[in-house]
């Protein structure tokens, strides 16, 4: 069993229409070795799902995005996503706002092949108003409590990036928090996984062990990635990359902005990409951030 | 003891402080330095039984000195990565300080977006977790800026984080999980205590008066039975908080660094 491919394999699998999820959080071990190759494809009209960092506003910003799925979109210490915030104010974007929560809950009731997860959250907030879609059920217990429910957030394709990873599709997520990475590959019907590092075959303690947060019969694919996360960070590896994320940010608001941006970083090869970034040995060395 | 050499971000941080008091053993998170840096002032002094983390994901009982820490190690007591910071939302036992964009008259509060939802004039984060907080837990409020633009006279432009308006809830919804604590601004603590909630002013900070706050709220106040001055920051309240914030970053958190007490002029300029 051999599930190692190169980005563009995984990529390649994507069809116009599609639903995608990725894995990480805001500014956070987003898989943006894919990102970058999504940006280089033909795909587009793709309803994203994320805990939204820069993935979706490059997405947004290229126009593959139909419809986003999203409790926030953010880069923490940049806390407005420049071009999620241009297509929201642009109102291009079909959008399903959601508390971060019900977010969770989505994923989990994919997860769990259920229709819905009951939920308080939403519930007295413009996410009904604005989520027509989203319905009330009354509890058919005594206590009668109206809740809101979510739907499953089926998704057909994820995408998420881990420290550590083998060709049999087995993955560690060695950073202090793994997010909600275990619900978007269970939520998913191909999950594909870029990592730092891939190895033949893990053989680890029981300590490390812990580490692996989904089991690889949910892994479709294994990427070799190594600073594939760059510009969002990989504890404890690396930290985000101010100095690009501020150069990205800046880019929303020049003239032709996202075209530099898309001649500097994406339309390159990965050792350039590198260059461009200082080299390897400066982004693997990006400190951690402090919160 | 009082001590009159002190900052409008100081005396916050110590109003903001005792937005946990008698809260018991529960999650308090104060989401941005003032609000943390009150929530660890609690857990220092009047409330040690609170919970608090390393605003990543470890739990930790000594509160982490906030900006870069030099060759401070946190002591970790347990674990409480996002994912268990929502069940922890869920089950309710959590305080969290968080500073929306808009609140209007029911404590509903705004994190998503100003204008028209389907193209709005600035799009800000999205709800994040406002809703699953406020309609599970406590939450109390961080204005840096008391204006008309946070404190909005009508309801506010998104419904975020729920509140007290009637016509939001349907029959059968529980309202009764949530609570309002404090909001802590730049002129004053408020509640949302009065008769149906209605927002009240609490304690006044240092030359501010009623008339000013209503001025710059977009909603009628009423006063509080014992309408007083905000408590002035102690010599030992001080000493904490310099410990807690070595850099000064609550400097920074106010336009201009205001002293804590301020003359009429200088709050009317």
Known sequence: MNKLMTATDAVGQLRDGMTIGFGGWGPRRKPMAIVREILRSEVKDLTVVAYGGPEVGMLCAAGKVKKLIFGFATMDAIPLEPYFRKAREAGTLDVMELDEGLFQWGLKAAAMRLPFLPARAGLATDVLTHNPDLQLITSPYADGEVLLAMPALNLDVAFIHVNRADRLGNTLVTGHDVYFDHHVARAAKQCFVSAEVVEERLELDAATARFNTFERSLVTGVIEAPLGAHPTSCGPEYGWDMQHLKDYSNSASEENGWERYLQTYVDCSQDEYRTRNGGAERMAALPLPTF | ?269
């Not at chain 2, 100081?10 to 009150?38: D, K």
Request: charged share 20%; net charge negative.
């Open chain 2, 1 to 269: 003891m009082s001590n009159a050499n002190f900052s409008l971000a100081e005396l916050m941080i110590v109003a903001a402080s005792e937005a946990w008091r008698n809260n018991g053993e529960l999650l308090a998170s104060g989401l941005g330095i003032i609000p943390r840096l009150g929530a660890s002032l609690a857990k220092l002094t009047h409330s040690p039984e609170l919970l608090m983390t390393d605003s990543e994901a470890y739990l930790v009982e000594e509160p982490i000195p906030v900006g870069p820490r030099g060759d401070y190690v946190p002591k970790y007591s347990g674990y409480m990565p996002f994912e268990r910071v929502f069940d922890c939302v869920w089950h309710g036992r959590r305080h969290a300080m968080v500073g929306p964009t808009q609140i209007d008259r029911w404590a509903q509060s705004n994190l998503s977006v100003i204008g028209d939802y389907h193209k709005p004039k600035v799009a800000m984060l999205g709800v994040r977790g406002l809703p699953g907080n406020s309609i599970n837990h406590a939450n109390s409020f961080f204005v840096p800026n008391h204006s008309k633009r946070v404190f909005v006279s009508g309801e506010v432009d998104m419904v975020s984080g729920v509140g007290f308006n009637p016509e939001r809830w349907k029959p059968g919804m529980r309202n009764d999980l949530m609570f309002i604590g404090v909001a802590v601004t730049d002129l004053c603590v408020m509640d949302f205590n009065g008769p149906d909630h209605a927002a009240r002013v609490v304690s006044l900070h240092p030359g501010v008066d009623f008339e000013l706050v209503q001025e710059r709220t977009g909603f009628p106040l009423l006063k509080a039975d014992h309408l007083s001055e905000t408590a002035h920051p102690t010599a030992e309240q001080l000493a904490v908080i310099a410990k807690l914030d070595p850099h000064n970053l609550r400097d920074k958190q106010l336009k201009g660094n205001p002293a804590g007490i301020r003359t009429a002029e200088e709050l009317r300029a």
